[in-house]
């Protein structure tokens, strides 16, 4: 067990913005988020890609070798959770998906301002223990 856990950020944001920051992060609505990115040398996924992602990848590779593909195919083609995870993005820190609590903090403490504005409606931290992560239910594994 390590003695610190590392950590993600992630935001959600309103419909009218998901595909601006999917497609074009230099429209000037969503100037506040890229500045940040920039700021954290940091890049943006939306959920929903990074698990279209996953099950390309998995689908290439042999689905046997990854072991969320069921659970990540339901997700992304059912209508609802693909509207879900199309409005919820992830953070990257200098290409890393979880990193050191510190730089957690501060893009989090970056960002905490911006919701309410208009493009971000919430912001979340969440740490790699396994003990506060769902698990994909057994048939879906």
Not at 27 to 51: G, N, W
Not at 99 to 112: C, I, P, Q, R
């Given at each position: 067990?390590?003695?610190?856990?590392?950590?993600?950020?992630?935001?959600?944001?309103?419909?009218?913005?998901?595909e601006?920051?999917?497609?074009?992060?230099?429209?000037?609505?969503?100037k506040?988020v890229?500045?940040?990115?920039?700021?954290?040398?940091?890049?943006?996924?939306?959920?929903?890609?990074?698990?279209?992602?996953?099950?390309?990848?998995?689908?290439?590779?042999?689905?046997?070798?990854?072991?969320?593909?069921?659970?990540?195919?339901?997700?992304?083609?059912?209508?609802?959770?693909?509207?879900?995870?199309?409005?919820?993005?992830?953070?990257?820190?200098?290409?890393?998906?979880?990193?050191?609590?510190?730089?957690?903090?501060?893009?989090e403490?970056?960002?905490?301002?911006?919701?309410?504005?208009?493009?971000?409606?919430?912001?979340?931290?969440?740490?790699?223990n396994?003990?506060?992560?769902?698990?994909?239910?057994?048939?879906?594994?």
């Amino acid at each position: 067990m390590p003695d610190e856990w590392e950590y993600q950020v992630r935001i959600n944001v309103s419909d009218d913005y998901a595909e601006i920051l999917r497609r074009d992060l230099g429209d000037p609505a969503v100037k506040p988020v890229a500045d940040i990115l920039s700021k954290h040398r940091a890049t943006l996924k939306s959920q929903f890609d990074a698990f279209a992602d996953y099950v390309l990848e998995a689908e290439k590779h042999g689905v046997e070798h990854y072991p969320l593909y069921k659970w990540t195919k339901v997700t992304i083609e059912d209508p609802v959770k693909k509207a879900k995870h199309l409005k919820s993005f992830t953070f990257y820190v200098e290409g890393k998906e979880v990193y050191a609590k510190a730089e957690a903090d501060a893009l989090e403490a970056d960002l905490l301002p911006l919701v309410g504005g208009g493009v971000i409606t919430k912001v979340s931290k969440h740490d790699t223990n396994p003990a506060n992560n769902p698990q994909a239910p057994a048939h879906l594994r």
